[in-house]
């Protein structure tokens, strides 16, 4: 992926007057490709800058929360925000910055330093300002920045402030995406129940909102947490939800892949090796769908132990 730096389009903007400003709450509205098409002949016919960032950003979310096409985001996310610095429009800007960083976060891994020092910027703004809702996610997707560096001490303050944040303002999904997080650190801390209380929270606002992510990570991770209680029928239950709600409604192939590796796992855990097979053979066709080349080395090395593993098995049932 063709990498573009978010410091190339960051000057001193901090503390430079609001000019241009116009309804920012545009941004938070999605788009059909219909609805973005419009956007970019609007901004054409009437030469409105503002509108032409507005649609860079439509553009940029339908790819990033649609198909999955980050580096599409990255470039329309940086194409936005270029447009909003020139028009000195802060509050855009840091909007587009806190959505780019986010992308980078999943992304970019590398780029996850620099992305927490413009997170930090944004943060900063959105709290002298403040733009509660904006300064939520920001601090959202800067817990997300420390998780994905398993510091996990220092993402818990941001969620939890987060977490306040969206009670104070009532933002539901707010709510849901800090007790996702919540459920991540208590397994991590291998407090499993309560980590399976707090997920169960957030997929039931995901299934009643219907968004597919928070359904299939949420019961993804009840599964995993079943799992690591030994609690094998459970966890086969939650599992098995998870793998139908990624094939019907959010088909993200990294994570079918994590949920079938997981089927395996928990079937040779309650020695159903013939379906840990067929579930790690599936694995590893998603696997090797993902280039990952690693990853199928790793799963080829499960099967053949599953397969030992199996014969043992049915040779000290002869005995």
């Not at 419009?38 to 979310?61: D, K, P, V, Y």
Request: charged share 20%.
């Amino acid at each position: 992926m063709k990498r573009v730096s978010i410091t190339v389009i960051f000057f001193s903007i901090l503390f430079s007057p609001v000019l241009a400003q116009q309804d920012t709450t545009q941004l938070d509205t999605k788009h059909s490709p219909t609805q973005i098409k419009a956007l970019f002949q609007s901004a054409a016919r009437t030469r409105n800058h503002w509108r032409l960032g507005a649609a860079f950003f439509a553009r940029a979310q339908y790819a990033e929360s649609v198909h999955q096409d980050y580096q599409s985001a990255i470039l329309d996310y940086t194409k936005s925000a270029k447009i909003f610095l020139s028009l000195r429009d802060s509050l855009s800007y840091y909007t587009i910055i806190t959505r780019l960083s986010g992308v980078y976060i999943v992304a970019e891994p590398s780029l996850i330093d620099q992305s927490r020092k413009e997170l930090s910027r944004a943060i900063l703004y959105f709290r002298r300002h403040n733009h509660l809702k904006r300064l939520g996610y920001a601090l959202i997707n800067l817990g997300s920045a420390y998780q994905k560096q398993h510091r996990w001490k220092e993402a818990y303050p941001d969620y939890q402030e987060a977490a306040r944040i969206g009670a104070k303002i009532r933002d539901n999904y707010m709510g849901a995406i800090t007790d996702h997080f919540f459920g991540n650190y208590y397994e991590v801390h291998h407090q499993y129940n309560k980590a399976i209380q707090y997920l169960q929270k957030s997929y039931a606002w995901g299934r009643e909102n219907n968004i597919g992510w928070l359904q299939a990570r949420n019961l993804l991770y009840i599964g995993t947490n079943f799992y690591a209680l030994r609690k094998y029928s459970q966890a086969d239950h939650y599992l098995q939800s998870a793998l139908n709600v990624i094939i019907h409604k959010h088909p993200v192939l990294e994570l079918k892949k994590e949920t079938l590796v997981m089927l395996a796992k928990n079937c040779r855990a309650a020695r159903q090796y013939q379906q840990a097979s067929l579930y790690a053979s599936q694995a590893l066709v998603a696997s090797d769908s993902l280039a990952a080349s690693e990853k199928a080395r790793d799963l080829r090395l499960f099967q053949r132990n599953l397969e030992l593993e199996q014969r043992k098995y049915e040779l000290s049932k002869v005995e």
